[in-house]
């Protein structure tokens, strides 16, 4: 008798075991109709998450840029400073990236490439999240808005992200998607936060910020607008002059992208020459690249287009750019756009006042994504690409596998690109010709020359079949330097007792 007296006592808030299973079922049967976004966003995140994994392991995964936050974050978890001798510049010198500070204790659990792999896809896929809850609170029920999450999760821009290794700009995904959510539904404090979570992602999150400011500004609130235009310029400065200047010694290194000279030249090319400026834009397919980008949405942002204009910033500047990978869908650069179009695009779709057309421009939207998935995309029976990787039980794999296994944890090694993401948990280790012939390392102002410390190199890991670019470099030390192991087309070596 007192034994189910005290069970009865025990249930939470003193309610019986029968009252807390009725708040179970009650608290199951609200969530069953939004539970097909969560399976859009669990499935997105299983695939891309096992996909990346598998070309990690079948060395697809390359020291740029995967290596690059793999041994920054190793580093940083292991209280050392950040100072990645892949590329010869600190971590957060080359980009203000100081939102992976909270990724470092990830690293105290599983360092490893893998949980930048699992990261960065549920973060991407978190960023349906946003879209689904704006779409529930401007057009109601469950399946449109389940529906226009899960057009998001088909981009080929979302997807080239997630497999152009890791990145950092992943997390502007949710959290620009969650700043704009706070914006229109009004929760100034969940807004004022996304948003400086969004400015320590990178330098250049102020080309989102301030444009979100200027709408708040407009249609919200004076006062928080301004500050939120006046923070983000701020921490633009800030991050570019003090931080990045003071780990790197000069503020950015890629303002080479800026066309005609930068600035001032292009705004003398505009007004002398304007048909060059005009020919430029017209070239390397940045035309093609903003339809890539607009067409999953079937343009219907254009109907009321201030939610999407939020994008115009950052995607001017991709298309501005001389770097062509800025205008790829391909590549990282696009990926917080992808979640401003879609927030955009269901603003205007709130503006169309008939259900049917409602219903009939949602289905058009998804038929258009699946379209560009199908083109442009990498997913499996819905794709025409397929991304060309090694299986881990690939021979060459097994190969690579055995020769990485001689090598000593704390050697000072130059390796192959590819080779790197497995042996970069080491205070210092250099992609090959690096440091025998310096390339794209340090302010890169050293290109083509042998750096001083070219005589500490204790081991190379390379491939028996150099290209004929690199394979100069190593006949001139190849006198230096023992074989300890080859297996088959891969050999490691160690510098020789005789070497310098």
Same mark, same amino acid.
């Given at each position: ?104 204790? !990830?690293? =105290?659990?599983?360092?490893?490439? %893998? &949980?930048?792999? /699992? *990261?960065?896809?549920? #973060?991407?896929?978190?960023? @349906? +999240? ?53 914006? !229109?539904? =009004?929760?100034?404090?969940?807004? %004022? &936060?996304?948003? /400086? *979570?969004?400015?320590? #992602?990178?330098?250049?999150? @102020? +080309? ?293």
């Amino acid at each position: 008798m007192s034994t189910a007296v005290d069970a009865a006592d025990t249930a939470t808030d003193g309610e019986s075991p029968s009252a807390l299973s009725q708040r179970g079922a009650r608290f199951l049967r609200a969530g069953i109709p939004h539970l097909p976004v969560v399976v859009f966003m669990a499935m997105y995140a299983a695939y891309f998450s096992r996909l990346t994994i598998e070309i990690y392991r079948g060395y697809g995964q390359p020291g740029f840029d995967m290596g690059l936050y793999d041994q920054g974050l190793w580093l940083l978890s292991r209280f050392h400073a950040p100072f990645v001798t892949i590329m010869g510049r600190d971590l957060f010198g080359d980009h203000a990236a100081l939102i992976l500070l909270l990724v470092v204790p !990830l690293y =105290w659990i599983y360092p490893s490439v %893998v &949980t930048l792999c /699992v *990261l960065q896809s549920i #973060v991407l896929a978190l960023g @349906a +999240l946003p879209i689904y809850l704006v779409a529930r609170r401007y057009l109601g029920g469950y399946v449109v808005p389940s529906l226009l999450a899960g057009a998001v999760l088909l981009s080929p821009a979302l997807q080239g992200g997630n497999l152009e290794q890791f990145h950092p700009d992943c997390f502007l995904v949710p959290l620009v998607g969650f700043a704009i959510y706070a914006a !229109l539904t =009004w929760r100034p404090w969940m807004l %004022v &936060t996304c948003a /400086v *979570l969004c400015l320590l #992602v990178k330098e250049d999150a @102020a +080309l989102l910020i301030v444009p979100l400011g200027i709408w708040v500004w407009y249609r919200r609130d004076q006062r928080i607008g301004a500050r939120l235009v006046v923070g983000s310029l701020l921490a633009a400065f800030v991050s570019v002059q003090v931080v990045m200047k003071g780990f790197f010694g000069v503020p950015e290194l890629h303002a080479d992208r800026i066309p005609f000279g930068g600035l001032h030249g292009l705004l003398t090319q505009t007004l002398r020459k304007p048909g060059t400026v005009v020919k430029y834009f017209l070239g390397q397919g940045r035309p093609f690249y903003l339809w890539q980008m607009a067409i999953p949405s079937g343009l219907l942002f254009l109907r009321a287009p201030e939610i999407a204009a939020i994008a115009a910033m950052a995607l001017g500047a991709n298309v501005l750019s001389t770097f062509g990978y800025q205008h790829l869908v391909q590549y990282h650069y696009s990926l917080a756009i992808v979640p401003i179009i879609a927030i955009g695009t269901v603003y205007a779709l709130a503006k169309v006042r008939r259900e049917q057309w409602r219903l009939t421009a949602t289905v058009a939207i998804v038929l258009l994504s699946l379209w560009s998935t199908y083109l442009w995309g990498e997913l499996p029976a819905l794709s025409q690409n397929k991304v060309p990787h090694w299986k881990p039980s690939n021979p060459e794999v097994h190969n690579i596998d055995a020769v990485l296994s001689a090598l000593p944890p704390n050697a000072v090694v130059s390796a192959q690109y590819s080779y790197l993401t497995h042996i970069d948990h080491r205070v210092r280790v250099y992609q090959w010709p690096t440091p025998f012939r310096a390339a794209y390392w340090g302010l890169l102002n050293e290109e083509g020359r042998r750096l001083p410390f070219a005589d500490q190199i204790q081991y190379l890991v390379l491939p028996v079949n150099l290209d004929s670019n690199t394979a100069p470099v190593f006949e001139q030390i190849r006198s230096q330097f023992v074989v300890v192991r080859r297996v088959g087309d891969v050999w490691l070596l160690r510098r020789s007792a005789s070497g310098p």
